[in-house]
């Protein structure tokens, strides 16, 4: 089945500057693990190397901020991308831009379904979903969505597995 033109629903547009704000810190505390040798260095390079062999050293921090700014450009456009469709038989994932990854979840395979919020997911309103399925593994772990819709696909797919068990049980 074709589902790249389907109505994915999307997720919330307050994914975006938690996003950013979660870069923001993993750049930033990789940024100052890097700046503190590099300062530390700053007084032992020019003992070793000469004057501009000891400048190379700061392209690194510039090439870390310089990526650290392309990823938080390429934020919303990834949150955009990001989808989910509940079909008859199974709940289709979508996420990615260059490397599209969907992942269909079978009801009748569903075991449970958590929701997640942390203090800054909460701040932002919205959750993550992550769905269990029989034989143990998580299928897939899904984020963006506000709150009450999260409740409502977990109370809809909840429901719908256990629908699927019992037409396993009859047949």
Same mark, same amino acid.
């Given at each position: ?24 810190? #993993? ?22 190397? !000469? ?11 510039? #090439? ?60 932002? #309103? ?5 769905? !269990? ?24 797919? !909840? ?13």
């Amino acid at each position: 089945m074709d589902h790249e033109n389907l109505p994915y629903r999307r997720v919330s547009p307050r994914l975006i500057p938690l996003r950013q704000i979660n870069n923001a810190i #993993g750049f930033g505390i990789f940024f100052l693990f890097l700046l503190i040798p590099l300062l530390i260095v700053q007084f032992v390079a020019p003992l070793f190397f !000469t004057n501009s062999a000891a400048y190379l050293l700061y392209l690194l921090p510039a #090439g870390v901020l310089v990526w650290g700014i392309v990823v938080a450009c390429i934020i919303p456009r990834q949150v955009r991308a990001m989808g989910y469709l509940e079909n008859r038989d199974d709940l289709v994932l979508r996420r990615g831009i260059l490397f599209r990854n969907q992942v269909a979840v079978p009801y009748g395979r569903i075991q449970y379904v958590d929701i997640h919020q942390g203090p800054l997911q909460r701040a932002f #309103g919205v959750t993550q979903i992550s769905i !269990t399925t029989a034989g143990g593994g998580t299928a897939s772990t899904f984020e963006g969505l506000p709150m009450v819709e999260a409740e409502r696909l977990r109370d809809e797919l !909840t429901q719908r597995g256990f629908a699927r068990l019992a037409e396993l049980a009859e047949a």
